[in-house]
């Protein structure tokens, strides 16, 4: 029997933020002020580098096919083309370039699509309601529905999924 902790996201299947920066995927703070830029949940070594080639600035690379993605903060412009095309659902796009005002950015694989200026539910890593947002931006690829969602600041790192509530 191996004496190695077994992490707990492989046991409950949620990362923690702290887990995210130990592993160098979580964007510095001067960069966040920028503007939009990716944040990248994805911990295992899998073989797995969708992301890389997603990307039109080639701002994540990997070092071999079964590593964890790495990003180039400089060059990443927060487009949210990986969001798209990540098979695992575990990247976002997180802005917090303006003074008052937060946006996150989602994979949403449900239907009905949110419409812009739509108030949705925010979930958190849990499923668990945690607030609610307004939509600002919907594009479809790969039939994933990505959307970027005005939230309370405090809660832009706790956002990782949207419920649209819609009633008959």
Known sequence: MTSEKIPRYRVDGIISLEVIK???????????????????????????????????????????????????????????????????????????????KAYITVPHEFIPAPDVGEEVILLNKEGKRVGKGKVVRVFERNKTYVVTVEVPRELVFEVRAIWVERRK
């Not at 960069?31 to 911990?43: A, D, H, S, T, Y």
């Open 22 to 100: 130990e592993l160098g995927l979580f964007p510095p703070e001067e960069r966040l002020k920028k503007g939009p830029v990716v944040l990248i949940e994805c911990p295992e070594k899998i073989p797995c580098n969708i992301c890389v080639s997603a990307c039109p600035f080639g701002a994540i690379s990997m070092d071999s096919i079964i590593d964890i993605p790495k990003v180039d903060w400089d060059k990443c412009t927060g487009c949210a083309t990986c969001v798209a095309l990540c098979p695992g659902l575990a990247i976002f796009v997180v802005d917090l370039s303006k003074e008052d």
